[in-house]
C-alpha cells in the first residue's frame, strides 16, 4: 500500500473518532435495516475538499463517507470508507435522509474502497447505477461482492487484484452495459459470466482471470472483444465455453491469449482477427467463420495444437505469419503436419498459405 493511500486512510480513521455532529444527523436505509448516522464535517478527503455527511456502523465497526451528486435529483455517492476490523462486512444502504431531505446512493465513486484489507463481503444494495474508477482494488480479502440489477457500469480497474472473489454467485453483470479497462484484472477466483446486456468493454477488463472458463456474452450488442480481455484465462480444469453475440466484428490482438480450455468458438460475424488473438488455446479445435472474415492477425491461432482444419472463405482475406497451422508444442515447435485449409478459389491468399507453409488446400465445390 503506498504512502498516499495510507495517509488517506489515516485521515479517514482520524475523521471518524472526532467528527462533531451538527444539524440533523443522517438515516440510512440499508438492505434490511434502519440506521442512525453520527457525522458531518470538513475535511481533505481523497483529494476532496469536503464531504457533506458519515455513517459509522458500530456493529461492524466501519465508517462510510458521502458526498451529494445531484441536490435537484436528491441523489449521493459513497466517497469513502474506514475499516477498524479484520473480517468486516459493509452493506451499502439504498437511501440516506441528511437534514430532512431523504437521498438515493446512486454511485460509488472512484477508489473509495481502494485496497481495503479487513473487508470480507460487500453488498452492493439496489440503487447503485455506478461503481467507479478503481472502487475496490486491490481489495484482495473481499471474498464476495453481491451486486444487483441496478449496477449498469463497471469503471475501470473497479475490482482489480480482489483475487479472494469468488463465483458464479458473486456478482451480477446482468444488466451491466458497461465494462473499463482491466476491470477485473487478475479476479482470479471467477469461474463464469453472463453479460447479456454489454454495450462496451475495456482491454483487459477479465485478464488473468484464470479460472475463468464460461464466458456467454450472448444477447449483448458487443461490436469488438478488445486487446487482451480475456488473456490468461480459462486454465482451471475442465471444459470452457465462450458464446459472442452476432454482433461482434472484431477480435481484438491476444483478445483469448491463452484461454486454454476451450474446444470451439462461432466466429461467423467477424470480420477481423487480431494479433495473437487465439494463440496457444491448446484445446480449441473448431472454429466457425465466413466469408466476412477479411483479416487474420500473425499468430492469431498459432500453438492451437488440436486444430487439423480451418475454413478460410474470404479469397483476398489477408493471412498473417504462422496464423493458423502451426503448432508450439514442449516437443516440437512448426507448422503442422496434416493440416487442411479449405477456401473457394483455387487463386486464394489462403491457397497461397498452404502452398508456402507445406499445407493442404481444399477448393470447396
Not at 444494495?125 to 475496490?136: E, Q, S, W, Y
Request: one cysteine or more.
Amino acid at each position: 500500500m503506498n504512502n498516499k493511500i495510507r495517509r488517506t486512510i489515516a485521515a479517514l480513521c482520524a475523521v471518524a473518532a472526532v467528527a462533531i455532529p451538527f444539524g440533523t444527523a443522517p438515516s440510512f436505509t440499508g438492505s434490511s435495516n434502519t440506521f442512525t448516522a453520527s457525522a458531518a464535517s470538513q475535511t481533505y478527503l481523497s483529494g476532496r475538499t469536503n464531504y457533506e455527511f458519515s455513517y459509522t456502523d458500530r456493529f461492524d465497526n466501519f465508517t462510510l463517507y458521502f458526498n451529494v451528486l445531484s441536490s435537484s435529483a436528491k441523489t449521493a455517492s459513497v466517497i469513502g470508507c474506514c475499516t477498524h476490523q479484520e473480517g468486516t462486512n459493509v452493506t451499502i444502504p439504498r437511501t440516506a435522509t441528511f437534514r430532512g431531505v431523504e437521498y438515493k446512493i446512486t454511485e460509488i465513486a472512484s477508489t473509495s474502497f481502494a485496497y481495503q484489507e479487513n473487508i470480507d463481503y460487500v453488498n452492493i444494495t439496489d440503487n447503485i447505477k455506478k461503481i467507479g474508477d478503481g472502487a475496490f482494488i486491490g481489495c484482495s480479502e473481499v471474498g464476495c461482492f453481491y451486486l444487483s440489477d441496478s449496477v449498469t457500469e463497471i469503471g475501470n480497474y473497479a475490482f482489480e487484484d480482489c483475487s479472494g472473489m469468488q463465483a458464479p454467485w458473486t456478482f451480477n453483470l446482468r444488466n451491466v452495459k458497461k465494462i473499463g479497462t482491466e476491470a477485473f484484472k487478475n479476479c482470479s477466483g471467477i469461474e463464469r459470466i453472463t453479460a447479456p446486456s454489454l454495450v462496451s468493454m475495456g482491454a483487459g477488463a477479465f485478464r488473468n482471470c484464470f479460472r475463468l472458463s464460461h464466458v456467454s456474452l450472448a444477447n449483448s450488442s458487443l461490436t469488438e472483444i478488445p486487446v487482451s480481455a480475456f488473456e490468461n484465462c480459462g486454465s482451471w480444469i475442465g471444459d470452457g465455453e465462450v458464446v459472442l453475440p452476432p454482433t461482434v466484428k472484431r477480435i481484438g490482438n491476444r483478445a483469448f491469449y491463452k484461454f486454454s480450455n476451450i474446444t470451439e468458438i462461432d466466429l461467423s460475424n467477424v470480420t477481423s482477427i487480431g494479433d495473437s488473438a487465439f494463440e496457444d488455446c491448446r484445446n480449441l479445435i473448431n472454429v466457425t467463420t465466413n466469408l466476412l472474415l477479411n483479416y487474420i492477425g500473425d499468430f492469431a491461432f498459432y500453438g492451437c495444437d488440436y486444430m487439423t482444419r480451418f475454413n478460410c472463405l474470404n479469397p483476398n482475406a489477408v493471412i498473417g505469419e504462422r496464423s493458423i497451422g502451426f503448432d508450439h508444442m514442449r516437443h516440437y515447435t512448426g507448422p503442422k503436419k496434416n493440416f487442411t485449409i479449405y477456401g473457394l478459389r483455387s487463386n486464394s491468399t489462403a491457397k497461397k498459405y498452404a502452398d508456402r507453409n507445406g499445407f493442404v488446400y481444399v477448393t470447396i465445390r
